[in-house]
């Protein structure tokens, strides 16, 4: 599947307004580029390269890609929660340093709420550290569009389950409530 949406971007840097993105849904053959767009989106954990494979693969429908002419610009890695399919695992959002701050990462996620295959979702969840702002912006703005019933708890805790060697991770859940009208 392929969709477009008009690249906004700010005066100084592109002349047309013509241009868009396109998203796709990831291929086998993308597994190297998304673990090269991930490599440049600190503070996101780099996975193994094969990660990123398995993501393009096994995980497809569930991810979606955005290129800017031929360009990887972002990517968002999801999966159904096995004993719970009807919520959606965002697992990371990455944008590439040049495309960030035009609404990319809200557009990929409504890209892949908007698919036919997954109609059927009925809430989202993520989990975030302290510090990336970018994230807690995004699914604010995300929690805003459906009607902010969402609910943070502590999932992974620094000393308790990192050891101290990881910031702790707070799980975001966000009921799709315009999802249950319909």
Request: proline content about 4%.
């Amino acid at each position: 599947m392929i969709t477009t949406s008009p690249w906004v971007a700010y005066p100084k840097t592109m002349h047309n307004v013509q241009q868009s993105w396109t998203f796709r849904t990831p291929e086998r053959s993308d597994g190297h580029a998304i673990h090269t767009l991930i490599a440049q989106c600190s503070p996101l954990d780099e996975n193994s390269a094969y990660c990123n494979f398995l993501q393009s693969t096994h995980f497809r429908k569930t991810c979606v890609m955005a290129e800017y002419r031929g360009q990887v610009a972002g990517f968002i890695s999801a999966y159904r929660k096995p004993d719970q399919p009807d919520e959606l695992f965002i697992w990371q959002v990455a944008v590439h340093p040049k495309a960030r701050g035009k609404g990319l990462a809200f557009d990929m996620l409504n890209e892949l709420l908007n698919r036919e295959t997954l109609h059927d979702i009925t809430a989202i969840e993520t989990t975030i550290t302290r510090d990336n702002q970018g994230s807690w912006s995004l699914f604010k703005k995300l929690e805003r569009a459906h009607g902010q019933q969402g609910e943070v708890t502590t999932f992974l805790d620094q000393t308790r389950h990192f050891c101290g060697e990881h910031d702790t991770e707070y799980l975001f859940r966000i009921p799709l409530n315009s999802r249950k009208q319909q």
